[in-house]
């Protein structure tokens, strides 16, 4: 499936074949969100729930038949009450989890078989900022560490759409893939008994060239009167 996911890319930015719609200079707004709740209810343990959230927004354009650039922006919330066990004692953590927000700028390659579908790919760059707050790792609930992260990412995704009339597309994705990707965080706790606080400061880096394929999800597109 890698190399299915391989040749398509590398067939749109290779091919360009018979176009009969008319693309080039077309504005367009994108949209796609996920929702996930759960819910654990074991019979010997503490029950769990959670839920968390996913928005993606793109506005771009097509610069040509077969490409379009533009900008993209996310934002993700994960919550729920999630339990941790402290010095033999199982505690409950209530609350908002993590809290995202991201912005990039997104270049797209496509492969139109006709006036209804087609296929498309291309890379990003992106940047995020990641709110968490939990029990600490290090010294366990009801010690609370809050973080702050600053990532900056290259990522590469290939897609479908399928056009529903002449101002709606359908999207689907089809993988994805994050090779190259820094960050910064810094984490803030406090030691059990104590007011004085610990931060830490951690710079990371990634090279993992993995290609994440099947990933399907479904969005809509628009395109804005000229």
């Not at 996911?5 to 969100?33: E, H, N, P, R």
């Not at 650039?69 to 996310?74: A, E, I, L």
């Not at 290090?138 to 479908?160: C, E, R």
Request: with cysteine; aromatic share 18%; charged share 15%.
């Amino acid at each position: 499936m890698k190399k299915i996911f391989i040749s398509t890319i590398v067939l749109l930015c290779c091919t360009a074949g018979y176009i009969q719609a008319q693309f080039a200079g077309k504005k367009f707004i994108s949209g796609a969100a996920a929702i996930n709740f759960f819910n654990h209810n074991p019979d010997l343990t503490t029950s769990t729930n959670g839920y968390n959230y996913n928005i993606i927004v793109q506005a771009g354009k097509f610069t040509s038949e077969t490409r379009a650039s533009g900008w993209n922006f996310n934002h993700t919330l994960v919550g729920g009450k999630p339990y941790t066990s402290y010095t033999g004692n199982t505690e409950i953590y209530k609350g908002i989890g993590n809290v995202g927000f991201g912005v990039g700028r997104f270049w797209e390659y496509y492969k139109h078989f006709n006036n209804k579908l087609g296929v498309f790919a291309g890379p990003s760059i992106n940047l995020n900022y990641d709110y968490t707050k939990g029990p600490d790792p290090q010294y366990g609930f009801p010690n609370i560490s809050k973080g702050h992260t600053i990532a900056l990412s290259v990522g590469l995704k290939a897609g479908m759409y399928y056009q529903l009339s002449e101002k709606w597309w359908i999207t689907a994705s089809l993988g994805y893939s994050d090779p190259v990707s820094i960050s910064y965080s810094a984490v803030e706790s406090k030691q059990p008994g104590s007011f004085e606080s610990l931060t830490k400061n951690n710079f990371n880096y990634k090279f993992a060239p993995v290609i994440n394929f099947p990933s399907v999800g479904l969005g809509f597109r628009y395109f804005l009167k000229e």
